[in-house]
């Protein structure tokens, strides 16, 4: 599409930026943004429609749904589109209205973030946390079979940085089991937890992540954050979810490190051929804590869930901050 219109010679080189700030009187008003202006709330990109009546193609991201072994899916596809000048400029025009909203979003938690990190109190704590990919456990030298065959094992690696008032400190949670689910998550966070209370006992923790809903963002997850960490002495929870294509941060840079270290170590001869080696290597060699949760710590998790918890569509929709305490959790949007 955007190269479509650079084509008919409707956008300039700072297309995207030119573009949001005619439409939008001031990028940092809500009430602009989310065309509720009074002023900008009808302003729209018209540029000159040429004279050619003829129809026009371009190329647009599609979802669609799948169906395989019964269960369905949906991807995403490139598909090219067949329109007139006006549709093009309709279609742009409503994209770039979201995209006005993304924008606007995203500045503001990234404001909101840093504003808590740099007021947290004593009894505080902020941690910031993703999956890394799973690491491919490799050997310096590997006969044909091993590489290509399945042989090869796989470590999930998820990392956390964990904000106090005193200092920071990064974690990485090495394991076997390569299920990125909610008892996967609250299994990784379990030694995290541990470590924080008893090094200097907090009453409050802010969890944030980015929003997979196979991960973080689901109705699981949600039970848990609402019944695990008060077991640790935690008083209150919140969880902040970071807006969409937006989640990357310190937690994949800890990843990268650890990775970058592994792979040093094979080239330079050495073997990880198993999970537990590349924790054994780890922590030998890094001054950050690195720890091994094993498989069973997923036992309690999945003993909490084991009943039906009801769907809530706001999850799928929306960013969210989600406010827990030993008592219903508060659903409230960014």
Known sequence: MIEKLHQGGFLGSKSITDALTRIVCDMKNKKCVFRQCAKCCYSEMEPAIPNDTGLVSWHQWQREKVSSEGKIYSHFVKREVTG???????????????LAKH?????????QCRALKNSLQDHEALVHMDFSENYSCKLSVE????HWGGSRRQATVHTCMVYTAERSKAYATIFTSLRHDERAVWAHLKPVLDEIQSNAPISTVHLMSDGPLTQYRNKKN???????????????VTWNFSEKSHG?????GIGGLLKRKADAFVQQGGDIQHPEELFSFLEKSNSDR???PGGSRRTRSSELLNFLLVKNKATESINLSIHAFPKPIKIVPT
């Open 143 to 146: 006969v044909q079979s091993y």
């Open 290 to 292: 690195e720890y091994w």
């Open 84 to 98: 007139k000048w006006e549709d093009l400029l309709k279609s742009f025009n409503e994209k770039l209205e979201r």
């Open 222 to 236: 949600f039970f848990l954050m609402s019944t695990l960490p008060f077991m640790h002495g935690i008083e209150a």
């Open 103 to 111: 924008h606007y979003t995203w500045i503001h938690q990234v404001e």
């Open 248 to 252: 990357k941060g310190v937690p994949d």
